[in-house]
């Protein structure tokens, strides 16, 4: 059976529709959905029951499993499934991370110096209302800049700091332990990078996350930061995502940043991820290094 799939919104971001993905998917299948991904960075199936198992196997057929540096968030079944909630256990603690609030812009992993690009969520539980969650396409929105801004960024190096990004997490979340400390040393990435088949650039940064620019002063590049940053994330490069139960959304680390709106944190909110190394030879993958 072919892949059918509708734009939504009038945004990037395709809805694919008629599959179920506890099953089986025909191989010319996954090769449409490796397709689309590569050039739409976020895909949406709705009306899916998936257990970890089978979240873990869809999620296998377009890269490599990574486990987060994050083993706190880890679901007790499986440590390459992330637990993105607000529940806590009969002992109290939390079953996951990133439970509360708004989340402000970021795109994950960005933090090592070599990023598994690839996510899914899955929706189990959601709050009546908020806890929206948008995507922003730097892949559009490099190729919108003016061409004072293009200058500033093309052939420059961004700095990214795990510290910067635990500092906007609530208390829970910004405790690690000395583990994961010693797994997120500041790393460095090109703030523009190209696609290996298209030949078209994005943008690599993360506001929450880059903290400078190399061979910039501090003033020069956080004003800089600040400016691409509400470039890149008007509405016209944006996705917002009104999660319903059952929803899989699986997007590309390498050219978009996400954020998430608050919700009553009162209510119950459960998602589950998966992280995945997508493959160099078709998707934008950053490179980088250590910090100096
Ligand atoms: O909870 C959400 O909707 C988004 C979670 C998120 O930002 C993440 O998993 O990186």
Known sequence: MSITSRELDGSFAREILAVQLWQALESAQIEAIRAIWAECGVIVFR??????????????QFGKPERIARSDWASPNRPDITVISNLRDDAGKSIGGLGQGELAWHTDQCYVAEPATGAMLYALELPREGGVTSWA??????EALPESLRRAVDGRIGIFSYAKRLAGYNAADRAISDDIKRKTPDVTHPLVHTHPVSGRKALYFDPSTTC??????PEDGTALLAELTSFCTQERFVYRHHWQVGDVLMWDNGFLLHRRDDFDPAQRRLLKRTT????RDRHFVPSGALAA
């Open 47 to 60: 009306r899916q029951a998936l257990s970890e198992d089978e979240l873990a196997r869809f999620s296998a």
């Open 137 to 142: 396409n730097l892949n559009r929105a490099y």
């Open 212 to 217: 400078g620019i190399q061979d910039m002063s």
């Open 276 to 279: 995945i190394a997508l493959p």
